[in-house]
């Protein structure tokens, strides 16, 4: 059983449209981390959120943790070839626990 | 400075046999964690390695077993082999444990296959 779930599980998009990711979970996390993964490597940390209601943003990558430190969205404006790759969110409890979601593959066509 | 390392990075073995998986932390790094990772479970946390003491566990079997060396380097060891082993296993080092505010660089993977 996943204690973060992850959706969609899969996306296919074209070049240009916009798309969001979600992570949610039953327990309040101290901190959640998105990452990104490319075939035949390791996960790389795009961004780490720590406030409830705080929004990040990378270039055009938007991150929001939910006000009661639940849930977390990822959400791409205008996505490119380049983004293409799984997406995963990663939770972290009081304890120093950090549990990972499924995972989102994306796919961006052009 | 170099990233995290992993050796080797694909292992073809039996059932029943046993394994031994290597992985170089970054230089200053001291936590060391282990992830399994597959298309039905995702990344799964096997255990967090720090100051050569195992400092928190996932729910994985016994089978699945590791140690941490006075330079921070890591091996994991995984006993009886099934076919549900095969995944990628994913080393992650960062400079102190595991915490909201730290960042964890992973390798690039060992890939085991159980036939």
């Known amino acids: 059983t996943q204690l973060l779930e992850q959706s969609p599980q899969f996306l296919s998009i074209q070049e240009g449209e916009n798309l969001t990711v979600y992570c949610n979970s039953s327990s309040v996390f101290s901190s959640l981390q998105w990452y990104r993964q490319e075939p035949g490597e390791g996960p790389v940390l795009l961004v780490t959120v720590v406030t409830g209601g705080e929004v990040k943003k990378l270039k055009r990558l938007t991150f929001q943790f939910g006000d009661a430190r639940k849930d977390s969205s990822l959400h791409i404006t205008a996505a490119q070839p380049g983004d293409t790759g799984l997406y995963l969110c990663?939770?972290?409890?009081?304890?120093?626990?950090?549990?990972f979601g499924a995972g989102t593959r994306l796919t961006v066509k052009p | 400075k170099a990233g995290v390392t992993q050796t080797p990075r694909y292992l073809i073995k039996t059932r029943g046999q046993q394994v031994t998986l290597s992985c170089s932390p970054i230089?200053?790094?001291?936590?060391v964690s282990w992830y399994q990772q597959t298309p039905g479970q995702g990344l799964q946390f096997l255990f967090e390695?720090?100051?050569?003491?195992?400092?928190n566990k996932g729910n994985f079997p016994g089978r699945f077993s590791g140690r941490q060396f006075s330079n921070s380097r890591s091996e994991m060891n995984v006993s009886t082999l099934e076919l549900g082993d095969s995944a990628l296993y994913l080393c992650a080092s960062s400079p102190t444990r595991i915490s909201s505010y730290n960042e964890q660089f992973f390798g690039p993977g060992t890939r085991l296959t159980v036939l």
């Open positions: 990663a939770g972290v409890w009081r304890n120093n626990d950090m549990r």
């Open positions: 230089s200053g790094h001291r936590s």
């Open positions: 390695y720090f100051s050569e003491t195992q400092r």
